[in-house]
T-cell receptor
Framework: EAGVVQSPRYKIIEKKQPVAFWCNPI?????LYWYRQNLGQGPELLIR????????DSQLPKDRFSAERLKGVDSTLKIQPAELGDSAVYLC????????????FGPGTRLTVT | GQSLEQPSEVTAVEGAIVQINCTYQ??????LSWYQQHDGGAPTFLSY????GLEETGRFSSFLSRSDSYGYLLLQELQMKDSASYFC???????????????FGKGTKLSVIP
């Protein structure tokens, strides 16, 4: 069974530029999460989807971040414009529904904003 | 608010036993999870405790005391490949009983030496 797939794995951009991350969850997992992980820290939840509905986006900085999950499968997280402080690893995870304490993480996208 | 405390670094000898502690403060606690993350890798689920006591899975065991807001991960017969960061995460009830949101600690970097 394929795991959570994310692309790109690495991205370097200049500040004020836009960037997008893509995630394909494990087949059959209806719940999808986006996390941000800063160096030396644990993952922090940005947004959680159940199917195509965003059910928890309280920690998503909505002035510059947006996300979508069309058709309840793949998801895209976008930052526009990026700031220096956005440099981090962006992790996507999925789990069975109902949402589970056992989440399956992708390898992440390491974003560097210069 | 939610807070989790775990040691930032632990060093142990190959073949030995190591315990990684986690104390938490949260509202509406439902359970404690543990995840392992190798450098540059994805977090992977290790265990979950919802009730007091010890859960054993091979060389790894996890313990929870709800009255003390405390848990630990025990790794036995340490191997070099166990060198990684270990995160405790609480499933809290900020969003109600149906919430499955995980809040992660900052992680403990375990170094296994020969």
């Amino acid at each position: 069974e394929a795991g959570v797939v994310q692309s790109p794995r690495y991205k370097i951009i200049e500040k004020k530029q836009p960037v997008a991350f893509w995630c394909n969850p494990i087949s059959g997992h209806n719940t999808l999460y986006w996390y941000r992980q800063n160096l030396g820290q644990g993952p922090e939840l940005l947004i959680r989807y159940e199917n195509e509905e965003a059910v928890d986006d309280s920690q998503l900085p909505k002035d510059r971040f947006s996300a979508e999950r069309l058709k309840g499968v793949d998801s895209t997280l976008k930052i526009q414009p990026a700031e220096l402080g956005d440099s981090a690893v962006y992790l996507c995870a999925s789990s069975l529904t109902p949402p589970s304490y056992e989440q399956y993480f992708g390898p992440g996208t390491r974003l560097t904003v210069t | 608010g939610q807070s989790l405390e775990q040691p930032s670094e632990v060093t142990a000898v190959e073949g030995a036993i190591v315990q990684i502690n986690c104390t938490y403060q949260t509202s509406g606690f439902y359970g404690l999870s543990w995840y392992q993350q190798h450098d540059g890798g994805a977090p992977t689920f290790l265990s979950y405790n919802a009730l007091d006591g010890l859960e054993e899975t091979g060389r790894f065991s996890s313990f929870l005391s709800r009255s003390d807001s405390y848990g630990y991960l025990l790794l036995q017969e340490l191997q070099m490949k166990d060198s990684a960061s270990y995160f405790c995460a609480v499933r809290d009830g900020r969003s109600g009983a149906g919430s499955y949101q995980l809040t992660f600690g900052k992680g403990t970097k375990l170094s296994v030496i020969p």
